[in-house]
Nanobody
Framework: QVQLVESGGGLVQPGGSLRLSCAAS????????MAWYRQAPGNQREFVSL???????TYVDSMKGRFTISRDNAQNTACLHIMNLKPEDTAVYYC??????????WGQGTQVTVFS
C-alpha cells in the first residue's frame, strides 16, 4: 500500500519559516520524482516545486529564493523549506510522487496558515 504523509504545517507569522516533510512508503522512492503543490481557499491547486530522482530541482519562478525542495532517498523523504512566509502562502500543501510513466500518488496535505 502506497502512502505519502505530509507533516510540518502549522500557524506562523509573516517572515517566519516552515519545513514541510513528505514521508513515502510502499514505493521504491528513488524511482520517483517528487513534487509539491498547494491549494489556497477558493483557488485551484498550483504547482510549487519538483525534484527529480537524481536531485535536480525546479521551481515556479515566483517562488524561487524562498522555497527549497530536497529529498533523502535513504529516508524515503522529501522536504519543502519555506522562508519569509507571506499571508498569500496560506494553503494546503500536498506532496506527490510520480514516475513519468503515468503513475502518481498524492498525500493528504498539510495546512500552512500565515497570519499577523
Amino acid at each position: 500500500q502506497v502512502q505519502l504523509v505530509e507533516s510540518g504545517g502549522g500557524l506562523v507569522q509573516p517572515g517566519g519559516s516552515l519545513r514541510l516533510s513528505c514521508a513515502a512508503s510502499g514505493i521504491i522512492f528513488s524511482d520517483y520524482a517528487m513534487a509539491w503543490y498547494r491549494q489556497a481557499p477558493g483557488n485551484q491547486r498550483e504547482f510549487v516545486s519538483l525534484i527529480t530522482s537524481s536531485g535536480t530541482a525546479t521551481y515556479v519562478d515566483s517562488m524561487k529564493g524562498r522555497f527549497t525542495i530536497s529529498r533523502d532517498n535513504a529516508q524515503n523523504t522529501a522536504c519543502l523549506h519555506i522562508m519569509n512566509l507571506k499571508p498569500e502562502d496560506t494553503a494546503v500543501y500536498y506532496c506527490t510522487a510520480f514516475d513519468g510513466l503515468g503513475t502518481e500518488y498524492w498525500g493528504q496535505g498539510t495546512q500552512v496558515t500565515v497570519f499577523s
